[in-house]
Structure formats: C-alpha cells, structure tokens
C-alpha cells in the first residue's frame, strides 16, 4: 500500500471512529494505533475541531413562513378519504422541517463572499486531506522561494516563532484563476493559513475585518500593494492576536521579507 493509500484509509477510519460507525474490533485496533502514532492522534484531534467548530459556530435557518403554513395545512382536519393518511403526512411535513432546519446548519441563506468561501474550502481540504501544505518547512528562506516560483507576487515570510506561531510550511490556493501563496504556521494542534493575494482580488480595506464561515474564522485587510486573508480553526481572538502579530512582524521588517 501507498504512503497516499495509507493517508486515505487511515482519514476514512478516523472519521468512522468520530461518527462511532467502527465496530468494537476495528475500534480497538485504532485505540491502538492512536496509542503509539502521534500523527494519527493529531488527526483525530484536527477532526474532531472542525466537527465541534461547525457545531457551535455555522449559522442556523430558520424553516420559511410558507413551511409553517404547509404543516399547518396538513394537519387541519380533512375529509373522511382523506383522514386515515393525516398522521403519515404530519409525520412526512415534520421530517421536512426537520430536514430543512438540519442543511441550515451548514448553508447560509446569504451568499458568501467569493474569495472567503474559496479558501475556507481549502482551509477544509487540507484539514481532512492531514496535508496542510504542498512544502514542510520551518526556514522562511526556504518556503518564499518555493512560493515565488509559482505564484504571481511575492509573499511575506515573517518568523513567528517566538510569538507562539511557528512557521509549518507552505501551499498555493487558486482564486479563480489566480494561484495565491499561502504561508501555514502552527498554534498548538492546529494550524493558521495567511493567503496573499493581489489587490484586484482583495477587499481593499486596511483595517482587520473578521468573520466566520462554515466553522471557521476569517480575518481579511489589506496594504498598499496586496490583500491578505488568514483562516484558521482557533477561536477569533487567538486568530486576532496572530494577524496583529503577523503585521507587526511585517512592518519590523520594512519590506525586506517581500
């Protein structure tokens, strides 16, 4: 079996044992293995986060008047024909508002942002996929040359080590057409995606705007030459801190990390 074969089987297990779908078996045999494959618990974890973060934070809709009024309908009482079907149509209607009520959990009735969806659902990707980036490294020289090489701008590789933020490596996200360099440091058992971008495709305001998407939290500005999105699964004050921290770290540095 492939390392990406391996990869595979071990997510589709992963999220079986977070749905409790494994039986006693192959529940003790991944006990197991989580025991001794800091990897595969760091995993767990990562999924276990996203899970709980939709949970608590992805919007909730509520049924429409016209669905009320529908159930409402069914249940008055009908002609004798029509009665002895009365109980499976209401129990039918109330699996509609249930049904409708369960996808407002994860859809939201107002459209979202082009840009922010697109690298919430490579945010999500990379999660589920336990990659992350395309390159591991620690060393910003390393990580801003393989970045320049396939994207249009340059990117700005600030070390955050000692500010709790390491930097983990790097990947490109593609907005619309446009390949965006995405730097990926790491708090803790959970990771922070900066996307740079051009201003063309940026919300051209300077100061920090936050927002959540789909579980997850978002902060969007941007300076005189380039937009910056960071998307993360912590909470919006530790991704706060950090973008405060990555600015910071940019404008100490005067543009020499560009």
């Given at each position: 079996m492939s390392d990406s074969?391996?990869?595979?089987?071990?997510?589709?297990?992963?999220?079986?044992?977070?749905?409790n779908e494994l039986d006693a078996t192959h529940r003790l045999e991944l006990d197991r293995e989580l025991e001794h494959d800091p990897q595969a618990r760091a995993g767990l974890n990562r999924l276990s986060a996203v899970s709980d973060a939709v949970r608590r934070h992805a919007p909730r809709?509520?049924?429409p008047a016209s669905l009320h009024a529908a159930v409402a309908a069914l249940a008055r009482p009908r002609q004798a024909t029509g009665r002895a079907y009365l109980p499976l149509a209401a129990a039918l209607a109330a699996g509609v508002v249930i049904g409708a009520a369960s996808q407002g959990l994860l859809v939201s009735s107002r459209a979202p942002d082009p840009v922010a969806a697109t690298l919430t659902a490579d945010f999500?990707?990379?999660?589920?996929?336990?990659?992350?980036?395309?390159?591991?490294?620690?060393?910003?020289?390393?990580?801003?040359?393989?970045?320049a090489t396939r994207a249009p701008i340059g990117v700005e590789a600030v070390d955050l080590?000692?500010?709790?933020?390491?930097?983990?490596?790097?990947?490109v996200a593609v907005i619309g057409a446009t390949p965006a360099p995405t730097l990926v440091y790491q708090r803790r058992e959970h990771w922070i995606a900066v996307t740079e971008m051009p201003l063309s495709l940026a919300s051209g305001a300077a100061e920090a705007h936050s927002t959540a998407l789909d579980g997850f939290h978002l902060i969007r500005w941007a300076?005189?030459?380039?937009?910056?999105?960071?998307?993360?699964?912590?909470?919006?004050?530790?991704?706060?801190?950090f973008v405060a921290a990555f600015r910071a770290a940019i404008g100490s540095a005067g543009g020499e990390a560009r």
């Open positions: 074969d391996r990869r595979d089987d071990r997510l589709l297990r992963l999220n079986a044992a977070l749905d809709e509520a049924a999500a990707r990379a999660e589920l996929a336990d990659r992350p980036y395309d390159i591991a490294s620690s060393d910003r020289h390393v990580v801003k040359p393989w970045l080590a000692d500010k709790g933020y390491p930097l983990a490596g790097g990947r300076d005189r030459e380039r937009g910056y999105v960071a998307v993360s699964d912590i909470d919006a004050d530790e991704l706060a801190a």
